[in-house]
């Protein structure tokens, strides 16, 4: 800007001058010294004016201050050019015309100071309207050269001397020069435009792919994005491969369920991921972050002998490239982020609105391409996000790095264009992120609350999902009854409601019948309450499911906060009202519920601070990737000599046919694989883990323990770890029975080694229990589904 905005103008202006006739030995001539110093005054100023322009400053009148200065250097370094450009002539002595001279300073100044303040006031909501920046630009362009020929009005040109032959062919170098620049700087802007339209055209290819992007908001609540303008991203994989045409990546699926807990427990799989980079890069020859995803047909070299689980595959690329977005931010694994409970399509865009056609979206619409009712097009890529609040400290630090922070309204069409969405739907998500990231730092929840708990069975008995708020979807409908734990007799006087439905409770808290012919002061008072709460919670369900639903009197406790402040949070008690909801009926009329799926709603209950099944978790990943990484290792340096001596030899933990002693009697439910349970897998299976020792093994002991598995073993140069697992069972109800911390059974090795294993099971969640209560107590003989 200062050099071609400015400078080139001025002496292609200056060029306009003619004097004595036109007479070449008489025109205007330029001492280089002046020159050269004039070209780097406008630079100097136009940076020191857009630098106070983008100060950082909480405070309006700091920020005030910055605008103004920016108008005011913006328009000294173009008065500063001029004159000292002008001083530079050496053939002629000017004389100005003092109220001319004043009038180009304030008209420099002044249309700086108001193009700049104004665009840098109104910039986000102009960012995306071409016509207003175009006059913007105009009118500082307008201001520059008013201010030039202003100045030139009546100026008196005193002849030094006349030119001489070397002068008079410099005159024609130096427009020459600024006709160059000119030229170069319109040639640039083109390249310039041309490499970021073939820039948006490659990140329009990742909008049918799937990919992880951070979304991290400064103390302002602004996001985080590249230099480029965009959210910073990394490919997980081309497509998830599905194992049937039915299935599904979704929130419902148990990868996501999995990488969902990860998120909340990064320690658990931190010192897996420089293996898994490994073993990704031996079997698919890429580097870490830019290589190909494995297709079905490689993801059968994952292992060929005991793993053939794509979703294992897609579990390591997920962790690779979390690691790749923090490595890029200058930051641990652990501090990249927690997972959206959201999968936004991408590439959903049809023809007619990337020709722009359709300058807006209905917010409905926009709710459509959400939640994917809108238009469901082959091949459209899906997008997880990982979102934190970032405090002052993380906000510099990300600065230094080379990132920046900007509005929605800034970056969002451009945002919007690569993700192949509309703008109004990215705006959607970006507030749900906010409020999400939010409410994860913010959110407490003491005391005790009556909530209700609708099951809604799914299509093709495909399980239950489960009605919740949709600001929180973590969280049941709900209304407080208390500050505090109840009371002894307060939780007597519930239990009197044990079982009622909602109208038989409403008429037993208003003692229609008389049943307490002596009911205290506070009996009243506390019906009373627990009155209004059901009125309250009424409001936020449907009414039909409402009426059918029963009173469960037992308490359950929830954990919400996840402040990372609070080292001990209050736990929730909740009572609630139960019932097995008909399918068919629409949300719409609610419009604080949603619905989202159990096995969903169920593994986020896990995931609060402190949770004892964050270790389970970790055990689980250990249990599942050290053994296949170990052997990795075993066998990296070893050369094929033969496939009878080269291959290790696979060993299947069985059971003894006398197994040791267990606490109680498990269940099936109870006896399932710790692996599909920290999966949050409903419907799947999971095959046994096995383990490969080199040609020659040693002795082999196992610990029996509550908690991870250990084992230790001695052999001729190498280890490994072991993993128990049985095949998962079905179970449409999900959750589980057991009340134990752990079970603990005796295995068999295939050399006829044994072994103890101890296997810490995960905690019921009050998800677990009211499932349980609702199916076995308030099951309706006959149920829509």
């Not at 005011?72 to 500063?80: D, I, Q, R, Y």
């Not at 990394?234 to 999995?258: G, L, N």
């Not at 994860?440 to 919740?468: C, H, M, Q, Y």
């Given at each position: 800007?200062?050099?071609?905005?400015?400078?080139?103008?001025?002496?292609?202006?200056?060029?306009?001058?003619?004097?004595?006739?036109?007479?070449?030995?008489?025109?205007?001539?330029?001492?280089?010294?002046?020159?050269?110093?004039?070209?780097?005054?406008?630079?100097?100023?136009?940076?020191?004016?857009?630098?106070?322009?983008?100060?950082?400053?909480?405070?309006?009148?700091?920020?005030?201050?910055?605008?103004?200065?920016?108008?005011?250097?913006?328009?000294?370094?173009?008065?500063?050019?001029?004159?000292?450009?002008?001083?530079?002539?050496?053939?002629?002595?000017?004389?100005?015309?003092?109220?001319?001279?004043?009038?180009?300073?304030?008209?420099?100044?002044?249309?700086?100071?108001?193009?700049?303040?104004?665009?840098?006031?109104?910039?986000?909501?102009?960012?995306?309207?071409?016509?207003?920046?175009?006059?913007?630009?105009?009118?500082?362009?307008?201001?520059?050269?008013?201010?030039?020929?202003?100045?030139?009005?009546?100026?008196?040109?005193?002849?030094?001397?006349?030119?001489?032959?070397?002068?008079?062919?410099?005159?024609?170098?130096?427009?020459?020069?600024?006709?160059?620049?000119?030229?170069?700087?319109?040639?640039?802007?083109?390249?310039?435009?041309?490499?970021?339209?073939?820039?948006?055209?490659?990140?329009?290819?990742?909008?049918?792919?799937?990919?992880?992007?951070?979304?991290?908001?400064?103390?302002?609540?602004?996001?985080?994005?590249?230099?480029?303008?965009?959210?910073?991203?990394?490919?997980?994989?081309?497509?998830y491969q599905h194992r049937t045409f039915s299935e599904d990546f979704d929130t419902a699926h148990p990868v996501f369920h999995w990488i969902f807990r990860v998120t909340r427990s990064w320690p658990s799989v931190s010192d897996q991921i420089p293996h898994m980079k490994s073993h990704l890069a031996a079997h698919s020859g890429d580097s870490d972050e830019d290589s190909k995803p494995i297709s079905s047909a490689s993801s059968a070299h994952y292992d060929p002998d005991t793993y053939s689980d794509y979703s294992i595959v897609f579990r390591e690329r997920f962790c690779c490239a979390a690691a790749s977005l923090a490595a890029a931010m200058h930051l641990p694994t652990e501090r990249i982020g927690m997972l959206y409970d959201k999968i936004i399509d991408t590439g959903t865009l049809r023809v007619e609105e990337r020709l722009g056609k359709r300058a807006t979206l209905p917010m409905d619409d926009a709710l459509e391409v959400e939640s994917g009712k809108s238009f469901k097009l082959f091949g459209r890529g899906q997008l997880l996000f990982l979102t934190k609040q970032l405090n002052s400290d993380d906000a510099d630090k990300l600065l230094n790095a080379g990132f920046r922070f900007a509005s929605i309204q800034q970056v969002g069409r451009h945002i919007a264009e690569t993700m192949q969405i509309p703008l109004p739907a990215?705006?959607?998500?970006?507030?749900?992120?906010?409020?999400?990231?939010?409410?994860?730092?913010?959110?407490?929840?003491?005391?005790?609350?009556?909530?209700?708990?609708?099951?809604?069975?799914?299509?093709?008995?495909?399980?239950?999902?489960?009605?919740?708020?949709?600001?929180?979807?973590?969280?049941?409908?709900?209304?407080?009854?208390?500050?505090?734990?109840?009371?002894?007799?307060?939780?007597?006087?519930?239990?009197?409601?044990?079982?009622?439905?909602?109208?038989?409770?409403?008429?037993?808290?208003?003692?229609?019948?008389?049943?307490?012919?002596?009911?205290?002061?506070?009996?009243?008072?506390?019906?009373?309450?627990?009155?209004?709460?059901?009125?309250?919670?009424?409001?936020?369900?449907?009414?039909?499911?409402?009426?059918?639903?029963?009173?469960?009197?037992?308490?359950?406790?929830?954990?919400?906060?996840?402040?990372?402040?609070?080292?001990?949070?209050?736990?929730?008690?909740?009572?609630?009202?139960?019932?097995?909801?008909?399918?068919?009926?629409?949300?719409?009329?609610?419009?604080?519920?949603?619905?989202?799926?159990?096995?969903?709603?169920?593994?986020?209950?896990?995931?609060?601070?402190?949770?004892?099944?964050?270790?389970?978790?970790?055990?689980?990943?250990?249990?599942?990737?050290?053994?296949?990484?170990?052997?990795?290792?075993?066998?990296?340096?070893?050369?094929?000599?033969?496939?009878?001596?080269?291959?290790?030899?696979?060993?299947?933990?069985?059971?003894?046919?006398?197994?040791?002693?267990?606490?109680?009697?498990?269940?099936?439910?109870?006896?399932?694989?710790?692996?599909?349970?920290?999966?949050?897998?409903?419907?799947?299976?999971?095959?046994?883990?096995?383990?490969?020792?080199?040609?020659?093994?040693?002795?082999?002991?196992?610990?029996?323990?509550?908690?991870?598995?250990?084992?230790?073993?001695?052999?001729?140069?190498?280890?490994?770890?072991?993993?128990?697992?049985?095949?998962?069972?079905?179970?449409?109800?999900?959750?589980?029975?057991?009340?134990?911390?752990?079970?603990?059974?005796?295995?068999?090795?295939?050399?006829?080694?044994?072994?103890?294993?101890?296997?810490?099971?995960?905690?019921?969640?009050?998800?677990?229990?009211?499932?349980?209560?609702?199916?076995?107590?308030?099951?309706?003989?006959?149920?829509?589904?």
């Amino acid at each position: 800007m200062g050099l071609v905005g400015i400078w080139c103008m001025h002496f292609i202006g200056n060029r306009a001058i003619v004097l004595a006739d036109g007479d070449s030995s008489m025109q205007l001539v330029y001492n280089p010294g002046y020159t050269t110093l004039s070209v780097f005054l406008p630079i100097i100023g136009l940076t020191m004016a857009f630098s106070a322009a983008e100060y950082p400053s909480k405070s309006k009148i700091l920020h005030w201050c910055a605008l103004i200065c920016t108008g005011t250097f913006a328009g000294l370094s173009v008065v500063g050019m001029h004159y000292i450009g002008n001083f530079g002539i050496s053939n002629y002595q000017l004389q100005y015309v003092p109220r001319f001279l004043a009038a180009s300073i304030i008209i420099a100044v002044g249309d700086c100071l108001l193009v700049l303040v104004l665009f840098y006031t109104l910039r986000e909501r102009w960012i995306s309207s071409w016509w207003k920046r175009l006059l913007c630009a105009c009118l500082l362009a307008g201001g520059v050269s008013a201010m030039h020929f202003t100045a030139s009005t009546k100026c008196q040109y005193y002849l030094r001397g006349y030119n001489g032959s070397d002068a008079i062919r410099s005159r024609n170098t130096q427009v020459a020069v600024a006709g160059a620049l000119s030229g170069l700087a319109g040639i640039i802007v083109i390249g310039v435009l041309f490499f970021t339209r073939h820039r948006t055209q490659l990140l329009r290819t990742r909008s049918q792919k799937v990919m992880l992007a951070c979304a991290m908001f400064d103390p302002d609540g602004r996001i985080l994005v590249t230099t480029e303008g965009v959210l910073p991203a990394r490919e997980i994989t081309d497509k998830y491969q599905h194992r049937t045409f039915s299935e599904d990546f979704d929130t419902a699926h148990p990868v996501f369920h999995w990488i969902f807990r990860v998120t909340r427990s990064w320690p658990s799989v931190s010192d897996q991921i420089p293996h898994m980079k490994s073993h990704l890069a031996a079997h698919s020859g890429d580097s870490d972050e830019d290589s190909k995803p494995i297709s079905s047909a490689s993801s059968a070299h994952y292992d060929p002998d005991t793993y053939s689980d794509y979703s294992i595959v897609f579990r390591e690329r997920f962790c690779c490239a979390a690691a790749s977005l923090a490595a890029a931010m200058h930051l641990p694994t652990e501090r990249i982020g927690m997972l959206y409970d959201k999968i936004i399509d991408t590439g959903t865009l049809r023809v007619e609105e990337r020709l722009g056609k359709r300058a807006t979206l209905p917010m409905d619409d926009a709710l459509e391409v959400e939640s994917g009712k809108s238009f469901k097009l082959f091949g459209r890529g899906q997008l997880l996000f990982l979102t934190k609040q970032l405090n002052s400290d993380d906000a510099d630090k990300l600065l230094n790095a080379g990132f920046r922070f900007a509005s929605i309204q800034q970056v969002g069409r451009h945002i919007a264009e690569t993700m192949q969405i509309p703008l109004p739907a990215l705006e959607y998500h970006v507030a749900g992120l906010r409020k999400y990231v939010y409410k994860l730092a913010e959110l407490e929840k003491p005391g005790t609350w009556l909530s209700f708990f609708g099951l809604i069975p799914r299509p093709n008995s495909k399980g239950f999902d489960v009605s919740v708020k949709k600001e929180d979807q973590d969280q049941l409908p709900d209304a407080q009854l208390l500050s505090t734990e109840p009371e002894q007799w307060q939780a007597e006087f519930l239990q009197r409601m044990d079982g009622l439905r909602t109208r038989s409770a409403m008429t037993f808290l208003e003692d229609r019948n008389n049943t307490d012919l002596q009911r205290d002061p506070r009996q009243q008072h506390f019906a009373s309450i627990v009155l209004q709460a059901m009125v309250t919670l009424s409001q936020q369900v449907p009414a039909d499911w409402f009426r059918e639903a029963r009173f469960l009197a037992r308490p359950v406790f929830a954990h919400y906060s996840q402040a990372t402040r609070n080292r001990g949070a209050a736990v929730t008690w909740l009572y609630a009202f139960c019932v097995i909801a008909d399918m068919h009926t629409s949300l719409e009329a609610c419009n604080g519920v949603a619905r989202i799926p159990l096995t969903f709603f169920s593994a986020r209950q896990r995931c609060y601070r402190g949770s004892p099944d964050h270790a389970i978790l970790a055990r689980d990943i250990h249990q599942e990737f050290g053994p296949l990484l170990a052997r990795r290792m075993m066998a990296g340096g070893r050369p094929a000599v033969g496939a009878a001596k080269d291959r290790m030899r696979r060993v299947s933990l069985h059971r003894t046919k006398t197994p040791k002693k267990l606490p109680k009697a498990l269940s099936p439910r109870q006896q399932a694989d710790s692996r599909s349970s920290s999966l949050g897998h409903s419907d799947s299976t999971s095959v046994h883990e096995l383990v490969d020792y080199p040609g020659k093994m040693g002795d082999v002991t196992v610990e029996d323990h509550k908690g991870p598995c250990v084992v230790e073993t001695t052999a001729a140069g190498a280890g490994a770890g072991v993993g128990a697992g049985e095949r998962d069972t079905n179970n449409i109800w999900g959750g589980s029975d057991s009340k134990s911390d752990y079970s603990s059974e005796s295995r068999q090795l295939g050399l006829g080694m044994k072994v103890a294993v101890g296997t810490a099971r995960q905690e019921d969640t009050f998800v677990d229990e009211l499932m349980e209560v609702t199916r076995t107590r308030f099951m309706p003989p006959k149920v829509g589904y």
